[in-house]
C-alpha cells in the first residue's frame, strides 16, 4: 500500500494516490457505504471531501496527495501487526549476486572503517555511549532469510545477520514510548521508521551479509533490516540512531514516497 511507486517520478501521482486512496477508504466503509461508492467515479475533490483534506483554492493539488500520504501512513500504523511475521525462505533460495542499489552508482559506494567506528545514539534514550562493532557482535545475534522488495521494480532474497533492533532499544533504555527512530548514514542518506516496527521480532540491525561481514556495497559497517518494509526504507552505512517524538523524514520520504513504507 505504497502511494508513491515510481522513482523517477518525483512529483507526485494523482492517479496512484487516488487508487490507493480509494482501496484504504474502501475498507474502512460499511458494506452498503463502499457499493455507492464504487458506482461514484472518485475525483481529487471528492477524495478531499472523504478525507478531510480540503483543497482551498491556494491549496495545491501536491499538497492535497501529501496530506493524503500522511493518512496513509496512519491507516498503514494501524493496520501493521507487530506480530504478524513476514516470510522467511531456505537458503537455496538466496539471489545471487544479491542487487546493489542507492542513489548513486556502485562506484561511489562510501567506505567506513572499522577503526575509531563508533554507533551513535542520541535522543531519547537513558545510555548515550557510542558503540563500537567488537560492542555490537557481542550483543546476541539473530540470522534471517527474508525478501527485500524495492520500489524501483525488483526484489531479492538475502541472508542477513545481527542484533535484534528491539533488544538494543531496550539495552540503551530508549523511550519505548516514542514515536520514531531516525538514522543518519555515511552518505547523505538518512531515514526513518516508527516505534511499532523498530520493536518488531524481525527488525535487526544487520551487521553480516551472508555470513560475512556486511560489503562496503551493502551498507557496512551495518543497516538497518526490516522484511516489513520496501526497500529505501532499510538505511545502509548507519552512523548514527536517534529516538524521537518530532517526525524525522528522510531521504526519498521528504522528496514524495510514502513515509511508513510497509509492503
Ligand atoms: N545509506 C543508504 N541506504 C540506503 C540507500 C542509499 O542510497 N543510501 N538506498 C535504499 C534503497 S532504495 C534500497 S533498494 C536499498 C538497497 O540495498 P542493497 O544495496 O543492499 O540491495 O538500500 C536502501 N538504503
Ligand atoms: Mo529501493
Known sequence: MNLF???DAPKVDADLAIADARK???????????????????TLGGLSLLTGCSIS????VEAVLHRISRLNDQAQGWLF??????????????????PFNAYYGEDEVRIVKEEGYRLEVAGLVADRHGWTLPELRALAQQDQVTRHICVEGWS??????G????????RIGADLGAKYVGFKCADDYHTSIDMATA????????????GEPLPPKYGFPMKLRMPTKLGYKNPKH???????????GGYWEDQGYNWFGGS
Open 5 to 7: 511507486k515510481r522513482r
Open 156 to 161: 531479492a532474497i538475502g541472508k542477513w545477520g
Open 81 to 98: 501487526d507487530p506480530n504478524r511475521l513476514a516470510p522467511t525462505y531456505p537458503e537455496s533460495m538466496i539471489t545471487r549476486p544479491f
Open 163 to 170: 542484533v535484534p533492533f528491539g533488544d538494543f532499544l531496550r
Open 238 to 248: 548507519i552512523m548514527a540512531m536517534f529516538v524521537t517524538n518530532t517526525y524525522p
Open 199 to 210: 520493536l518488531h521480532p524481525q527488525t535487526l540491525l544487520a551487521l553480516t551479509y551472508d
Open 57 to 60: 483554492d491556494n491549496e495545491d
Open 24 to 42: 484504504l477508504l474502501e475498507r474502512r466503509m460499511a458494506p452498503a457505504a463502499r457499493r455507492n461508492f464504487l458506482r461514484g467515479g472518485l
